[in-house]
């Protein structure tokens, strides 16, 4: 059963990063899918699967793939090879089907229709060998053909206008739909009388194709059944013009006639650019009675296609029709994929996972999200409840792996050896998936060693999965066997065979598997492992810091490591003799050894062990925060000792050089003359009050304790279950600590009035964010002792600055 995947964490990284770093949109905007996370493994491809590319599971590209563009629905170009093949032997094989193939697929028809035109044909597309024998006069009828093709072509709505700017006004792009209609009456008339005369049946296919397809855009479906039974009478395999004609008389007959349901299944059964439109125009509501047995399992094959949900009945019932129905085989392929989308997925990134998991999910409250589950209480459910229904998803799974496994051997055991090798493959990937080890490596033994190289390269992932799952991933016996095989996955490279999806599974299957063991600097390695398989370290990720060290490789370090994590880490990238699972590791666009400091640092900080930070920072290049590192310079560039709001916008320069070492070692410094406990004390209280106050979400140097900011991060408002570190972030609780010593201690007014203020504004800023009671008392008896200290220096600085609002109300 399928599962939600509630990849929150990944929503939280993504909005918090736009916010930090700017990035170059593109056109349409930045987008995911839930099919960029899918876990997919199994990716087997035997010879014919070419022709059902558009067909492989997704959550999405099914219903979003653009029908109309004839290389998506048929990526090989069978169809259109077949269409220049028919085209050369009509030309008794003399040009070639490469020239051939650039006049009829690559070429403007304005281009072609004016080169006509001007007698200009041999010289526009000199050397071709198919325009040669166009332009001879014996072969004229052919030459006007393609011109009434290019003619059609032209008035096709999909086409650009981008020729509108030319100077030619011969045939101009009718962009209105009554121009159009017009331009295809007029064509219509010359099919019409070109088909009266005689012609060679080549052409006379044609002219009929051309005149079917203009009579249903014009909405005369009668016309073009009439056309379809003079000229062509059935579907003929041999036909490609037959084959296509067949889908417009499908389109122009009642969906609900049984005609209709077996042109369709003819018309996918005999070319590749039509399959995917007569997947989705097929439905359920015809007698099956009426079909023959092989068309019965062909239609049991196109509503599989189209099933995101469990098809085990149809692919049984089809094979039992049909067993050499060569289409089953992908609807196992499918099905196997459906299973581990299903089971791995939420793993990976559901909600409870641990390689997907969100710190600080349970802070998470949103007022307007609450208001809509009160009035939505069908569409939500309680973790607890959610976690039930997950496990309960997994046993019904677990079970539907089992009734697949059953229905596969049963076809293994009446099938040729390729097939045989193939149903043995689905077999032992099944058995993984239901953790049976031992099934695994029975069905693994029987695929032969001549199987077809995709099932040879299927055994190879398998065998590193049946690893991962019985060996010590710890040990160097594993660690050198995952090496040596994951490095030869990488190298292969095969037509139509897509690699990353199943090495973008298998190492997230590992780095969870390391995660689980508490290493968790392998299994952040892993995770940006995962990353770069996928696509992500090449694409929008990297544009975060192009020019200095990128947040994208620490962030999983900064989610889950601790400060004795980074020391492995640094280790680990500054080893002289590295071994090759080290290489593996480390082979891949990691920041510097800074990058990893600066995140120890920034970790000791947090757990507010300042030797320990000062120590670290004092380690780097002293200028690193000074450049475009983490985009350092444009966001922590202010005095960390004047807190944000004290002076307004317009005065804030954003020059300050911040240097952490420095920073934190005045922070060091100022604990110690406080704790002296002389009348400065409360003057070096309230200063440490300051800086800790603006390392909070609320001040200006959040960089110093975080390495994203965003509005939303006050949704984190159930801050009693955050890590003190980002409780102190979201409520400036250390930085209230120290005003309140600095109150304690004070030995003048000033020192008092000062102390005041910042605590009235730190508890009305988290009453803003937080509504709780606590706050409101405090708040407002702060401002009311306030009353006491009008006539301060400090009361008459803040009464002039950006926070007075605060103060007063």
């Known amino acids: ?32 899918t839930e099919a960029d996370y899918s876990a997919m493994m199994f990716k087997v491809s035997l010879p014919w699967f070419k022709c059902l590319q558009p067909f492989y599971y997704t959550t999405s590209s099914f219903y979003y793939l653009p029908v109309d563009d004839p290389l998506v629905s048929d990526p090989n170009g069978n169809d259109r090879y077949r269409n220049c093949l028919e085209w050369q032997i009509a030309c008794s094989n003399k040009p070639s089907i490469d020239d051939v193939y650039v006049i009829q697929y690559d070429t403007d028809p304005v281009i072609f229709i004016k080169s006509h035109e001007e007698n200009s044909l041999n010289k526009v597309f000199k050397n071709n060998s198919f325009i040669k024998y166009l332009v001879e006069e014996k072969n004229r009828d052919l030459l006007n053909y393609m011109l009434f093709a290019k003619k059609a072509e032209l008035y096709e709505a999909g086409r650009n206008n981008h020729f509108e700017d030319w100077d030619y006004n011969g045939y101009r792009y009718k962009d209105d739909k009554s121009g159009r209609e017009c331009a295809k009456a007029e064509l219509l008339v010359t099919a019409d009388s070109i088909l009266k005369i005689k012609l060679p049946q080549f052409l006379k296919e044609r002219y009929a194709f051309q005149a079917c397809r203009l009579y249903y855009q014009l909405n ?52 590749d650019e039509k399959k995917f439109r007569c997947v989705q125009l097929f439905r359920d509501n015809f007698d099956e009675r009426e079909l023959k047995v092989e068309e019965l399992s062909t239609a049991l094959v196109m509503m599989a296609l189209k099933n995101p949900g469990k098809s085990l009945y149809k692919i049984k019932r089809a094979f039992e029709l049909d067993k050499d129905n060569k289409y089953i085989p992908f609807l196992v392929l499918r099905e196997i994929n459906k299973l581990e989308d299903w089971i791995i997925t939420p793993l990976f990134y559901g909600k ?48 539907y792996i089992n009734q697949l496994k059953s229905v596969i051997s049963k076809m293994l055991s009446c099938s040729n050896a390729e097939i045989k090798d193939f149903y043995a493959i689905s077999l032992a990937h099944l058995s993984l998936l239901e953790e049976n080890t031992s099934d695994a490596q029975k069905y693994m033994s029987m695929i032969s060693d001549k199987a077809n190289p995709s099932m040879l390269l299927q055994k190879k992932v398998e065998s590193i999965w049946l690893a991962i799952k019985t060996q010590n991933i710890e040990s160097d016996k594993f660690k050198d066997y995952f090496v040596k095989n994951i490095s030869d996955l990488e190298r292969i490279s095969m037509p139509n065979f897509d690699n990353n999806k199943m090495l973008f599974t298998l190492t997230l299957s590992l780095a969870n598997g390391y995660l689980k063991r508490d290493n968790r600097v392998y299994g952040n390695l892993f995770r940006l492992k995962a990353d770069r398989y996928n696509n992500k370290e090449s694409d929008w990720y ?15 370090f900064d989610i ?74 444009s966001y922590l560039n202010e005095d960390p000792f004047v807190p944000k709001g004290l002076k307004a916008d317009k005065y804030r320069l954003f020059d300050y050089k911040f240097n952490k070492t420095n920073f934190v070692k005045e922070l060091i410094d100022l604990e110690e003359k406080a704790s002296k406990k002389d009348e400065r004390s409360s003057d070096y209280y309230n200063r440490l009050g300051d800086a800790y106050f603006n390392t909070t979400y609320w001040g200006n140097s959040w960089m110093m304790t975080r ?58 800023l988290n009453f803003s964010f937080r509504s709780q009671g606590y706050d409101k008392r405090l708040a407002q008896k702060y401002r009311d002792d306030l009353k006491n200290y009008e006539y301060t220096k400090a009361y008459q600085i803040y009464r002039s600055n950006c926070i007075a609002p605060f103060i007063a109300n």
Request: charged residues 25%.
């Open 707 to 764: 390495y994203s900011w965003s509005c939303n991060d006050q949704d984190y408002s159930k801050i009693d279950c955050l890590p003190e570190w980002m409780c102190n972030y979201m409520t400036a609780g250390t930085a209230r600590r120290y005003y309140e010593k600095a109150l304690e201690k004070a030995a003048n007014e000033e020192q008092k009035a000062y102390a005041t203020v910042m605590l009235r504004y730190i508890h009305y």
């Open 220 to 271: 005369q479906y009668r016309e073009v059944t009439y056309i379809y039974d003079k000229y062509f009478g059935k579907i003929d395999k041999n036909s490609l013009m037959s084959v296509w004609a067949g889908l417009f008389k499908a389109m122009a007959t009642s969906s609900d006639s049984i005609e209709h349901h077996r042109l369709l299944i003819q018309v996918f059964n005999n070319c």
């Open 560 to 633: 889950n490591a601790t400060t004795s994590d980074m020391d492995i880490l640094i280790r680990l990238l500054e080893k002289p003799n590295k071994t090759p699972f080290d290489n593996f590791l480390c082979n891949q666009s990691l920041s510097s050894t800074n990058a990893y400091k600066e995140l120890k640092g920034t970790i000791a900080f947090r757990n507010n062990n300042l030797k320990l930070a000062y120590e670290t920072f004092a380690s780097m290049p002293q200028d690193y925060w000074q450049s475009e590192n983490f985009s350092f310079n």
């Open 352 to 399: 409870y996972s641990i390689t997907n998991s969100d710190p600080f999910r349970c802070a998470y409250y949103s007022e307007w999200l609450e208001e809509y589950k009160k009035e939505h209480p069908e569409e939500y459910k309680s973790d607890e409840e959610e976690s039930r229904l997950q496990q309960e998803n997994l046993i019904t799974d677990m079970k």
């Open 1 to 32: 059963m399928a599962q939600k995947k509630l990849k929150r964490y990944i929503v939280y990284l993504v909005s918090s990063l736009f916010l930090l770093f700017s990035l170059q949109s593109k056109a349409c905007g930045f987008y995911e």
């Open 542 to 556: 990297s544009s975060y810091s192009r020019n200095g060290d990128s947040y994208y490789t620490t962030v999983y």
